[in-house]
Structure formats: C-alpha cells, structure tokens
C-alpha cells in the first residue's frame, strides 16, 4: 500500500480471516500488536494510554462476536472505564469515567478488544498535538483524531475510532494515506463522547482500506454498509469551484488522477454547482460549533481557563458573543440546506472532491485545514476519505466520497469503486 | 396557592424582587432554604445531597446576574463537580462527576446558587423512588424528576431543573401542583446529563407558576419567553379523543372547568382530531427509546446488570431485540410525523389536553402514566403544566398547553392565560 514510508497499515478483513476461530491466533495476535505498538509508537507518538497484556489476553479469549479478538485503538474523545480519559486537556489528566462511551460498548459487545487510547487535540479542536505522520514523520497526521488516524497509517492497529465535528476524522485521513469514514449524523451514538457541539458531533472511522472501515460500520451499525461487490458504472458530481479555500494544484492533479481512474473504469464524472447556500452554511457551521461548544465546554472555560491553550480559550472567548437569534438563525439556514440536499444528489451517485486542500502540512505546528469537510458534517452527510494517491511532495493525498445522508452503503459502495480504479490504475502504471 | 396541604410552593419571581441586589437578603434567603430544606426534607425526601452552607453562602455573596443569590436544585441526572451525582442508581453510589452539566454552567453563570440535588428515579426511567408528594405525603409526587417537582411544591426551592424523555417533567407537575415546562426540543443542553435515549431528552423546568418558569427560560435561553403581559383570545384545540390512555373522569373533569374557565376569559376552544399516525407515534416513541437505551445504558447493562432494578433490567432486555431497521423506520416515521404538525395547529394557539390521565396515584409503588406526554416529547412540542386545579380525589390536577416547536414564547404566554382563567374562575366560586 504505502511505498514511501516504513510503516503500513493492515487490513482487518484479512486479519479477521486470518486468526479466525482460533485462540492461539487471538493470543498471537494480541501479543504482536502489543509488542507492535511499543515498538512503533515511540517514534510516532500516537497512543495516550495502552492496555496491560494480561487483561487484553483475557478479553481477546473470553470475546464473541464478529469482531472477537480484534484489537481496535479508541480516540481519547470517549470515555473507557479502564482507561484514563483525558479529552487530550491537562484539566482531566488521570482521569478515570465511571462508565464506557455507547460505541465502546457496541465495539465490546461485537468482539472487539480496546488495547489502547489515541491522542486527540485538546477537546478534539484545534491546537496541534505531538503525534506524528507515519508517513513523514516530519509532518502532522492532521487532526484532532491525530493518534487514531496515525495508529492505524502505523500498522499498530487494523482499527481506530476517531471523531468528525468539522474535519477530524476526513483531513487525518487523507494525511496519513489511510481510509476514514464519517457516517451520516446520527448512525452511530456519541453518548460517552465529550461534547463540543451537539448538533456536528459525530463517531468517525479508520481503516486500511474502504472495504476494510466499511464491514466495521456494518458490524457496529447494524445495516447492511459492508462492500461484497462493487456496483459498475457510478456517478460523480464533482464541484467546478468552492465557496471555500481553494485545493492547491497538488490537490486538483490528485483530485483529476482519481477522475481519469474512475473514466478508465467505467465510472462517469459530471460537473455540478454548489448554490449560494452551501457558501452560507460555512458560517453557519462557525456560528453553530462556537455557540454549542461555548455551552458544552463552559465548565472548563469558566473553571479552568489557564489550563486551556491559547487557540481554545480564544475561541471559547469570540464564541461567548454569539446570541440565541444568531444561532437560531444559523440553525434554520442548517435545516433549509438539509431540505436543498435532494437537488445536490439530483443524478449522481455522490459527489467528489478533495479531502483537503493540499497534503499534510510539514511540521507539526498546525493539524491543516478542514474547509473540505465541514460542510458535509453540517449537512450530515457521509463521507469516506480514499486512501491511494501520492502527491507531489510525497504524501499521501485523499478524495472524498460524499453521499446522502442515510444513504451510506452506496456512498462506501463507490468509495470502495474509486479506491479499486485508483489502484488500478496505479498498477497500470507501474506496468508500464 | 395550595389550600389542601401544609406545604405551598414559592415563586421565584416574587423572591428575585424581593431579595433585589442586597446582600444581606441573599444571606438571609440561603439561610432561610437551608434550614427549610433541613426541616421539611425529613418528611418528603427530595433531596439526595444538599451544598455545604459555608459553600452556599460564598457562591450566594459572589453572585452576579440575573439569578444572583436565588437557590435552585438540580435533578440528579445532570452531572455536578461538587456534589455527588448517582443517576438514581447505586452503580454511581458516591460518584463526584469531574465537570458540571452545561445546565447547571448556564445556571451558575445567571447567579443562580445550587444548593442541592434532587430524587430521580433510577436513570430517569420509571422505577419509584421513596420520594413523597408534599400534597399528600401517602401518594408519589410523580417522575421521573421526582424529587425536583416535590422540592417545589414543598417551597423549598423556588426553582427546579428536571428532565423529560417520556413524561418526566410535565406529569410530577401535574401531581404536585406546580408549573412544569418542558421545552421545544433542543431549546436548553443536556450536555453532562445522563442520556437515556438522545432523540428525546430534554431539559425541564419546575416552579411555582407559569410567569415564574417562563422567566427562568429566558435567563437560561436567552430568548424572549418571559410573559410580561398576557396576550388575550387564546384558541385552544382540545383533542376530541386520545389514541393512548383514556382520561379519567376526574381529568375530564378538570380539563372541562380549564374550558370553561378560559372561554369565561375570553378565549376560544375549538375541537380537534388527531390523525391517525397519532397513535403510530406512541409505537414509535416506544421503539426508539428501546433501541438508544440499550446502547446508551449499554456499559450498565451489559457490566452491572445485577444493580439495575428488576424493572429497568427488564426493559432493557427487551430493548436489544429491537434491531436497526425497526428503529430507522420509527425514525422516519417521527420525521413525516413532525412535518404534518402544521397542520394539526392550524388555527389554534395550542392544544389543551389533561397532563396525566389523573391526579397523583395513591402510594409510592408507582410514578404514575406518561402517556399524555410522550408523544410531546417525540415530536418536540413545548408543552406546559398549569397548575391550580385540583381534582375530585383531593390532589392537584394539571392541564397541558402544547405549543409548536420553537414557538415556546407563545406556549408560554397560553399557558399564562389559562394559569390565570383557572386563578379566576376559582377566586368567584370562593366569592359565590
């Protein structure tokens, strides 16, 4: 998968396949990724809290399920009870909930082993944590789900569970050559996740492949999401221009490969236009995430103001200014785009764009930009980031699949088309 | 107010203006609850942890806002930092919660002083709690707020926070006697409170009377709710019949001495029909609260099953039968049943309906029938308790203004009229 770098991410299909019914392959397995993770993490610094080898052994012998024995990593965004949970704030430092996160729960009841905690942005915003790339261990793995998107890009795990208020889950995703899935709003719980804005917040997925976090969404859902066979001959809307950042021109070649792939494979692409008011629901998402955060993190800003960064505590301190009528306003412009949605999707399977606006950033001073993604958390839509090309500076680039909300088996369905023309297209390449 | 008991519910408003910006009346009215809640809590049993007086007395003198110095208590499904938070249930026996609910920030930013935390029945459900009805110590005061609708009626607070994700706020208003408003959905956060089922839960208000709990809405919303003055001519649709529990004779009873009362006032009351997915509604009310408890209450179940009451344990097996497409259909259904709801207010300010199907049952062995409410509370209608009538079996009995979601003002405000109707009906069969 990853030619450039040392590290690469594993399939949990093919692990699944691989250890099977069999305990000894649970225990093998637990022990490597145990072993894996002390190795690797030191360079990459992914992990907040690791789970002790013999209580994830017993749950590894002592799990049912379709996920029985897998280990999977959680974001530090939701509460484990055995776990520290720390929000990535010096404020919860040592914390230990009473209780599990609802999809700790589900992932439990499924099979699944939680052998760690990943490294969120404080309160999973903005303000960059040290964890880095593990494909340029120069460069961010983006944010704020930076550990889970990095553990997985590392190999360290086939899983992670990341989270999406704007960007979180998309952006990491396409730095770190790795698929991520955000759901549609709604599809799977945030209870036990700490809030930053109720109406945004949403669970996000990390996987190696789009096959891969698809058959996870299915088992934690309960819907029919995982990709047997591709359907041919899917529809693309791509957008002639965006009412936000612009994607470098490393981000348009990418977005054009993918394009070409997609045409080589029997896809078809069609120009679309955003309406006025997708440039609208770009302040209105501002507006919506500082008024709800201003409210969901009012202990913290009210208490603990010295323990917050600079970067949250400013925002936290614009955000006290924005009136109910503001915010009302914004939410009635939100419900009004839901309602425009139909039009958007008039003919296309989904839309395709950039997951970001460029690669990941070098340095480790800034998680990047997610004006790619945070209409789409607004809108409730899902999205999957595709994991295959390189761009020009030598990393990992991502397209985003966009679908309708509540449609997320065909949005998956022709992201798992967009990564097999990709690759490929790739290997023609490579032939050639 | 309440001629038939010993106890009798304080306004909030008449105690703001009296205490004004005094100082020494802020220590005198901590002092005062205090000592009121010392003395009558042996009796009802509504609180399940009361501020230190030191602490009360410093949070009262430090105060600023609209709320400063007034002493409010909190249900016990909201997290609190400095008084112990147990959900009801005796898994978080003696749990201190590391942050506060965003309520309770939006209250101690107002000025507002905690002073205590009230009975609710375990996790908000309906299992009973020892809580007793100040107007009759024999009959429960109703729940799941249990504890914040008696710490009202029973004067020891002028305000009350609750929660309704059934009928939780509005029916232990009825049986106690007391205004309770529960909100359009999504109106106040439940940020920090204990979720149940995330599609329902909804922040509720308690206090003496209308005007009052309409005043503490705008502190906290920060909307124009108060009722300065009433606007007159109400049209109120009474449903000629109900697709749930029948009233009883004593509802109807009462619900026909409200029309009576507000046609004397001047104000209108006009017959109306549900449709038929009125009673769709309660299936699906019942579906999607099974199915997001069993994920919500998962950690509970699935590690503490033996601490859970027969009652709760019980629903929640039932609920992991309900799988994912059975709840998306109730959910699609909640949709189109929200968009016709237009039409079912067509014409009228509100609907009026009993608040319960009867006055408080006898006894503590049950919280009563949510069923007048919990279709409210699906579709995320502002509903109001007014209190003032009392029923043929000697205790409260309440009647609901329903109003369109996030038309709470004018909720509000009906409500204030038929509080008012009822005031002065009642005042000429004294005179007569």
Redesign the interface.
Known sequence: MNAHSFYRPVSGLNLLSRIGNDPQGRDRLMLDTLARIEAVDRDIGAMTAVARREAAMASAAAAHGPLAGLPIAIKDIFDT?DLVTSYGSP??ER?RP???A?I???L??KGAVIVGKTVTSEFAYMAPPATRNPCDIQRTPGGSSSGSAAAVAAGMVPYAVGSQTGGSTIRPASFCGIAGYKPTFGLL????MK?FS?SFDTVGLFAAGVRDVAYLAQVL???QLAVDGITAGPVFGVPDSYPWTEPSANASAALDTAVRAIEDAGGRVRRVRFGSWMAAMVAAHDTIQRY?AY??L???Y??HRGDLSPMLAGFLERAATI???TY?KARVLMGEAKDSLAELFNGVTGLLTPSAPDEAPDGLDSTGDPAFNRNWTLLGCPCVNVPGLWGARGGPIGVQVIGRP?DDARCLDAAAFVEQAIAAASGRRRAT
Not at 189 to 192: A, L, Q, S
Request: hydrophobic content about 30%; overall charge negative.
């Open positions: 009870h404020i919860y914390y009473r209780s599990d609802a700790v729960t589900l439990r009841r719980p945030t209870v036990g809030c109720w859902s309960d819907r709800e409210q969901s009012g202990f913290e009210d208490r009136d109910a009528a009302t509540w």
